[in-house]
């Protein structure tokens, strides 16, 4: 895999393949996916999705398809550079902790490039598999 040759969902099942293999916090393994499928939504919803991250734009959520689990890892991109992120759990209406919560989960868990996670797919051996997974892969649109 080369990074500048990957189209979207070839770089989005690579950082589930990334993130798993490194045992980022709270992402799904892959193999859930690889077994499943995923389901990439294209923002994260609502009017402040933007108080979610502080770094990056336009957010990827990833979820496993017919499970409903997932839903609080996602990712953005400022063009080379790609941040996953852990979102906090939503806070409940009058709860005065929920901006504390949101500002603490708003810092990416990990930084990285498109190039390293190509190079981190291809030291692997783990093409083929990336491969299958962007292609049992569905992109929405967040509402």
């Known amino acids: 895999m080369q990074a500048n040759s990957m189209n979207q969902k070839e770089k989005i099942a690579a950082v589930i393949y990334y993130a798993s ?4 916090r709270n ?12 389901i990439a939504q294209q923002g994260l919803g609502g009017n402040d999705e933007h108080r979610y991250y502080k770094q990056g734009s336009n957010p990827i959520e990833v979820t496993i398809s017919g499970l409903g689990k997932g839903g609080a ?4 991109t400022d063009g080379n550079n790609v941040y996953l992120y852990c979102m906090a759990g939503v806070p409940m209406e009058g709860d005065d902790t929920g901006d504390a919560t949101i500002e603490h989960f708003s810092h990416p868990q990990v930084s990285t490039t498109w190039s390293d996670i190509a190079k981190f797919v291809n030291n ?6 990336v491969h299958d997974l962007a292609n049992n892969m569905q992109v929405t649109q967040a509402k």
């Open 124 to 129: 692997h051996h783990a093409g083929k598999q």
């Open 27 to 38: 992402w799904e393994k892959f193999t859930l996916y690889s077994q499943h499928g995923a």
């Open 21 to 24: 293999a490194n045992n980022i």
């Open 73 to 76: 890892e996602f990712f953005t």
